[in-house]
């Protein structure tokens, strides 16, 4: 069974630090993939970033990073000089995909950034 | 691009009432998913279709939770008879090709509060 643990609850930097959330994932299968998503204090949930398995290169969009690595099953997002915008709650997850009935996505409990002025 | 619209986005109902949520995916996408959120357990799938099928309702708590996809572009969960624990963010979903192969775009979600 699959299975996403995001160990820290709540984080507090302040502004213009660089801040990592970590994501620690388990699943069977060689093929899946890993997603992060957002859900501002508005409530909705905003798709970050995809990753598949077999893509273990680090990706960077602006002022966030991702760290994917397969042998310690890490999937770690990185906000480099955090702005006050960037206070959400993030969410790590993952699908196992391929097979017919598992398309589905199963989210950790989420990590709750606050990024004090 | 109009995105996945949910309607109520508030629902206030007493112990023991019907409570329908609706859901109208974004147009094209062959899948739509039903999350609820709550503080205890976070984010749990509760069903989810394929080209208005269902393939996965294992998340579906009990027998009063009931979900429907008459068509590509409406779905509804139903809750009869509703209860306290019920309350919670509701979120529906749609991917163009599944959760693994495409990203999930979510509605802004119903909150409900079962009193």
């Known amino acids: 069974a699959q299975k996403v643990t995001q160990a820290q609850t709540e984080i507090s930097v302040v502004e213009k630090e660089d801040v990592t959330l970590d994501c620690v994932y388990e699943t069977r299968d060689t093929t899946y993939y890993l997603f992060w998503y957002k859900q501002p204090p508005s409530g909705e949930l905003v798709f970050l970033i995809r990753r598949n398995s077999f893509d273990e290169q680090n990706e960077i969009s602006g002022r966030y990073s991702w760290n994917f690595q397969k042998s310690t099953s890490s999937f770690n997002f990185t906000i480099t000089a955090s702005q006050v915008v960037d206070s959400a709650v993030y969410f790590c997850a993952l699908s196992e995909g391929l097979a017919f009935g598992n398309e589905k996505l199963t989210f950790g409990t989420g990590t709750r950034l606050t990024i004090i002025p | 691009d109009a995105g996945v619209i949910q309607s109520p986005r508030h629902e206030v109902t007493e112990m023991g009432q019907e409570v329908t949520l609706r859901c109208k995916p974004i147009s094209g996408h062959d899948y739509l998913f039903w999350y609820r959120q709550t503080m205890m357990r976070g984010l749990e799938l509760l069903i989810y279709f394929n080209n208005n099928v269902p393939i996965d309702d294992s998340g579906m708590p009990e027998d009063r939770f009931s979900a429907k996809m008459p068509n590509a572009s409406f779905s509804t969960l139903k809750i009869q008879p509703s209860e306290p624990r019920d309350s919670a963010v509701y979120f529906c979903?749609?991917?163009?090709?599944?959760?693994?192969?495409?990203?999930?775009?979510f509605g802004n979600g119903t909150r409900l509060t079962v009193t």
């Open positions: 979903a749609s991917s163009l090709r599944g959760a693994y192969n495409s990203p999930l775009h």
